[in-house]
Structures are given as structure tokens and as C-alpha cells.
């Protein structure tokens, strides 16, 4: 589990693909000390296990699947990638609570000031943007994010130079493509609705969760 509160900016260094797998090696300032086989770290919003490490880097084992589904296998050597290390329990959860289990991809359609901010518009799928609400949580390559507003299947974010200047968001423009993960809480009661009435002898409905402020 992350809160999308990105640690340090790595730099891809190798990216080896295979038939079966795929490895990456990423240069940090995490301490690699501090770094343990087999834990997790999220990898631009993607939940990696550590499987090995050398001086200022660490090596990750990335499935088909994982490949498939997130822009991972996009990465050229020496891209920046948005690292964070897996949340400890006695951590503030200072963004929100992410898996980095990616749901799929959202592109940047419109990147314009705003402000003292940047504003991004981003289009994804509609089963992904089914999931996105005005207000709530988006994780995009990691990094935890308000959506302003949603229309359709695209949706926009204000990104404030802090979150700009610390990320790989710096260098994204029209036309990237960005991981995203919509709000673990909002899958998990769109699913108990959809389960229907036999599995919710509660009554627990979406005018009753409107009414009592959860939508």
C-alpha cells in the first residue's frame, strides 16, 4: 500500500524484455541499505518487488501482464520515473490509499497554466473514468492528485509547481500516456452495488449513500 506521495525521481538505466518477463533497473537516492528483497515499491504507480540491488539502484522483476497494462515497457533508458517506497503504519497518509495496481492508461489531451498551477485534461477509458469523481482521488504514475472535474471519459487535474518540480510531470506533454489507478474505496462499493439486493440485505443504495454525503 503508497499514499501517492512520491519519495525521489530515479533514472531508468536498463530495461531488459524476454518472451516470459521483464527487467528493470532504476538509479535512486533512496538508500539502498534501507531496501530489502522482496519488499514493494512503486515504480510511476506501478507496485513492483525489489529482487535486487547494487550501489544508488535496485532491480525489478515486470510480468506480462504488468507490461500489458501500464507504460512501463514504454521507458527508454534514462527516462525519470516517480518512485515511492510502500507505507509504513505509523506514516501520515498525507495523499491517499493506493495499490499500484494500475487500471489502465489516461492520456494528456490539454496542458495549460493556470494560475500559479498547471492544469492537465487527460482522456482514458470508461470503464476506468466510470470510477473518477469531481473531488476525489487519482493516482497518475504514482503520484496522488484531486480530479477537478469529469466529462465523459476525460477528466482534468491542477498540478501545483511543488508536485510539478518534484515529479516526472515536469516533462510530460500532449500526448503521453500516464498509469492510472482510480480510488480503491469507490471499486469496492461500486462492486457491493452491483452485486445487487440477495448480497445487500442492508439496503445500502446509491440515493442512501448520496443523502448521508458519500457521493
Known sequence: MFTG?????????????GAEQARLTVATRIPVAELTLGESIAVNGVCLTVTGFA?????????????????????????????????????RLGGHLVTGHVDGLARIVERRRDGNAWRFRLQTEPAVAAFLVAKGSVTLDGISLTVNEV??????????????????????????????????????VARFLAAGAPTNPAGVTFDLLAKHGFL
Do not use: M, W
Open 5 to 17: 506521495l512520491i519519495e525521489d525521481l530515479g533514472t531508468l538505466r536498463e530495461l531488459r524484455t
Open 151 to 188: 466529462t465523459g471519459d476525460s477528466f482534468t487535474v491542477a498540478v501545483i509547481p511543488h508536485t510539478l518540480a518534484q515529479t516526472t510531470l515536469q516533462e510530460r506533454s500532449v500526448g503521453d500516456n500516464l498509469n492510472v489507478e482510480t480510488d480503491l474505496i469507490g471499486k469496492y
Open 55 to 91: 550501489e544508488g539502484c535496485f532491480t525489478a522483476d515486470v510480468s506480462p501482464e504488468t507490461l500489458g497494462c501500464t507504460s512501463l515497457g514504454r521507458l527508454a533508458p534514462g527516462a525519470k520515473v516517480n518512485l515511492e517506497r510502500a507505507l509504513q503504519l505509523s506514516g
